[in-house]
């Protein structure tokens, strides 16, 4: 959550169910869903509501990319996820590396079942998609048009309104 939000409640929706061969409509579909439950429309939202739905797509977004993300370590080959540790360069022997990843049965089949045998080691994270080309912002709320008009059209000697009865004698 963004630090400057005071939201208490997820926004981020539920986790959406992406495919690989369906990627770009899954993506889609996940933002239309936000946007179609939105109450009302962007211009009508004032600056904190704004920055609520933008914090909410932010969410979202990230959401979508990490499902991605495991989707395509999921496809076509084994995987854990792991964290990399100790690296040692050591010449013409080679490069040791020391990995760590918890404990979990799905872990120890993929790990234990390659034991030996030449893996490709796929450096993936999904925070490394999480760029934008700029921030999101919401658009500063905007004055009263109306008392706007009217102090435009106020010269400052009178109030507005209906001309005084003595004008007329």
Sequence with gaps: MNAHAEIHHDMEGPEPDLHLDTLFGDCRDAMLLRIQTMKTSWPLCNEAEQAEIINGIELAARNIVRAAVREVTRHEFPHAVVTLGEVKIKGEKGIEGKITCANIEHNRNVLGDHVGTMVQLVMI?????????????????????????????????????????????
């Design 125 to 169: 994270d999904s925070e490394d998609f999480m760029g934008e080309q700029g921030p999101a912002e919401a658009d500063p709320d905007q004055k009263d048009w109306l008392r706007d008009a009217d102090e435009e059209d106020d010269d400052g000697d009178e109030p507005l309104g209906l001309p005084s009865p003595e004008d007329f004698d």
